[in-house]
T-cell receptor
Framework: LAKTTQPISMDSYEGQEVNITCSHN???????ITWYQQFPSQGPRFIIQ???TKVTNEVASLFIPADRKSSTLSLPRFSLSDTAVYYC????????????FGKGTRLSVIA | NAGVMQNPRHLVRRRGQEARLRCSPM?????VYWYRQLPEEGLKFMVY????????ESGMPKERFSAEFPKEGPSILRIQQVVRGDSAAYFC??????????????FGPGTRLTVT
């Protein structure tokens, strides 16, 4: 399984766009990139998934360059309610396989 | 449509006792996964089950831990003779069959096990 590397923590002001970059140099041809969000004392929640280029939904955008060795999760307007840990996962597309989580990025608001 | 349910939410056990964690998947989901999360760590996969079958238990400790997902009723994660190192949050997730388009698993709120 491809290993992922992402910053341990990030801070942002409310209202700003926040970008979290994840490195996955050994990504395989059939691997997808998936992001999960975990609020304190809750289970993780699926945010977005992509294979290449750009994917956008009501929560976030995911940018994947042509070489797919990294990806960037973009939250358009950070708010206090977005304070959470964000996990980047890489693996086959099926939901019927175990997920491999790293330590994630802890995103906090700057007071 | 109720989400994944886990109970109890908090469980305190003395060393040497047994812990039983229950998980009811989302309606219509036949795949269940158990993960463990230590403080300040990411989730670690433990076991993947379908109804009456263990599909992948590569993340389960070899001793004291067992899991089942019977034909009727919730999935159970059982930890015998608990030790302090078993203290963690245990999350259950479920997914429907034929989920081949995205890696979306639905997680429960977790059971926080404290061993004293």
């Amino acid at each position: 399984l491809a290993k992922t590397t992402q910053p341990i923590s990030m801070d942002s002001y409310e209202g700003q766009e926040v970008n979290i970059t994840c490195s996955h140099n050994n990504i395989a041809t059939n691997d997808y990139i998936t992001w999960y969000q975990q609020f304190p004392s809750q289970g993780p929640r699926f945010i977005i998934q992509g294979y290449k280029t750009k994917v956008t939904n009501e929560v976030a955008s995911l940018f994947i360059p042509a070489d797919r060795k990294s990806s960037t999760l973009s939250l358009p307007r950070f708010s206090l309610s977005d304070t959470a840990v964000y996990y980047c996962l890489v693996g086959g597309p099926s939901g019927n396989t175990p997920l491999v989580f790293g330590k994630g990025t802890r995103l906090s608001v700057i007071a | 449509n109720a989400g994944v349910m886990q109970n109890p939410r908090h469980l305190v056990r003395r060393r040497g006792q047994e812990a039983r964690l229950r998980c009811s998947p989302m309606k219509g989901h036949s795949h269940v996964y158990w993960y463990r999360q230590l403080p300040e760590e990411g989730l670690k996969f433990m076991v993947y089950l379908q109804k009456e079958n263990i599909i992948d238990e590569s993340g389960m400790p070899k001793e004291r831990f067992s899991a089942e997902f019977p034909k009727e009723g919730p999935s159970i994660l059982r930890i015998q003779q608990v030790v302090r190192g078993d203290s963690a949050a245990y999350f259950c997730a479920s997914s429907p069959s034929g989920s081949y388009r995205d890696r979306e698993q639905y997680f429960g709120p977790g059971t926080r096990l404290t061993v004293t």
